[in-house]
Structures are given as C-alpha cells and as structure tokens.
Antibody, heavy 123, light 110 residues
C-alpha cells in the first residue's frame, strides 16, 4: 500500500525557515517524480514544486521561487521542502503527492497524496 | 485568480446528474491532459479522473471526465450525499512551466 506521511509543520515567525519532510513507503520511491501542493485555510489547492525521480530537475511556483527548495533522498525514501523567508501567506496545509507521467510532456497527474502537515506563519 | 476557471459551486438533488466545467487556454488544457480531484471535508484530495477521461481503479463509473479544446468537464451521475465535496481540475501549463489547478467547485447534494 502506497503511503506518504508528511511531518515538520509548525508555527513559525515571519522571515524564519522551516523544513518539511515526506516519508514514502509501499512503492519504489526512486522511480517517481514527487510534488508539494499546499492549501491555505478555506482556500483552494496551489501547486508548489516538483522534483524528478532522480532529483536532477526541479520546478517551482512563482510564489515560492527563490525561497523554497525541494529535494529528495532516494536512499531514505524521503522528500523534503526547505522553506525560508517565510511569509504569512505561506500558511497552509502542505501535501506531498506522487505524480504519474511526464508533466512537461503532455501531462501528468497526482496519483497519491499524503494527509498533509500544517504550517502557520505568524508573529 | 486561478489559471483554470471553475464555477464556485454547483448543486443538485440525490440521483440527479451534475456537470462541473473547467476552462483554460492553449497553454494548458488545450495541449495537455486534464485530471480531476475530489476533496472530501477534512481529507486530502483524491484523483477521480486522469488523462482527460480515464478512471483509476476503484472510482465508480458515475464519475466521468472529458475534454474538448481548451475546456474540460467532470460529470457526476446518480448523485449521493457522500459526493458532497470540493472538486478541482488540474493540468500542466507549458507557458508557466508549472502545474495549475482550478479554483475548485463545491458540490452540494440537496
């Protein structure tokens, strides 16, 4: 059974940093691209970032570019999101999601999602 | 303002059919596959339809996705109270080099 378990969410002050983790199990992690998707309280879904299966390609939403860094450790079946210079508008539930297909080659989709971890940015 | 446009809400009676639309452009829906996601209250999203009109195993055939040009639709037939949820369309955007979601549609089963 595919499982994605996020952790690391917390209450943090604006301008500070936080690292989220996603532990994957039940599939061959190194074979799949992975994403972070967030959802602000009462709002819709917003894609944040994607990393290729080998980690060599990463892309970001304009709203986080230059502040967030996605990475993975295939030896540990783990996905990470390093968030810096956090802003109140970054407050959201952060989901990790596995994708199928090649996103830039006609399309992909998110086949499995974790349950999310809550990040609150406030003084 | 989402790149993909969905109606904020739709409603219908149990047993009826509802259609949720998703409008985009040639940089996204027009040249890429569309997928649909259901988010029940307090839970993570779940894929209902992918590659425009395919259903993952375990998804009832009451849920049907389709695409025409730069628009996509999700049809839900035989509505049940358990279908009350938020529904999102999504696809890749070639110009933005980013995944984009619609703003979401809240389904109420009256």
């Amino acid at each position: 059974e595919v499982q994605l378990l996020e952790s690391g969410g917390d209450l943090v002050q604006p301008g500070l940093s936080l690292r989220l983790s996603c532990a994957a199990s039940g599939f061959t992690f190194r074979n799949y691209g992975m994403n972070w998707v967030r959802q602000a309280p009462g709002k819709g879904l917003e894609w944040v970032s994607v990393i290729s299966s080998g980690g060599g390609t990463t892309l970001y939403a304009d709203s986080v570019k230059g502040r967030f860094t996605i990475s993975r450790d295939n030896s540990k079946n783990a996905l990470y999101l390093q968030m810096s210079s956090l802003r109140p508008e970054d407050s959201a539930v952060y989901y990790c999601a596995r994708h199928e297909g090649v996103c830039s080659g006609g399309g992909c989709f998110f086949s499995y999602w974790g349950q999310g971890t809550l990040v609150t940015v406030s003084s | 303002q989402s790149v993909l446009t969905q109606p904020p809400s739709v409603s219908a009676a149990p047993g009826q059919k509802v259609t949720i639309s998703c409008s985009g452009s040639s940089s996204n829906i027009g040249n890429n596959y569309v997928s649909w996601y259901q988010q029940l209250p307090g839970t993570a999203p779940k894929v209902l339809s992918y590659e425009n009109n395919k259903r993952p195993s375990g998804i009832p055939d009451r849920f049907s996705g389709s695409k025409s040009g730069t628009s996509a639709t999700l049809d839900i037939t035989g509505l049940q109270t358990g279908d009350e949820a938020d529904y999102y369309c999504g696809t890749w955007d070639n110009t933005l080099s980013a995944w984009v979601f619609g703003g979401g549609t809240k389904l109420t089963v009256l």
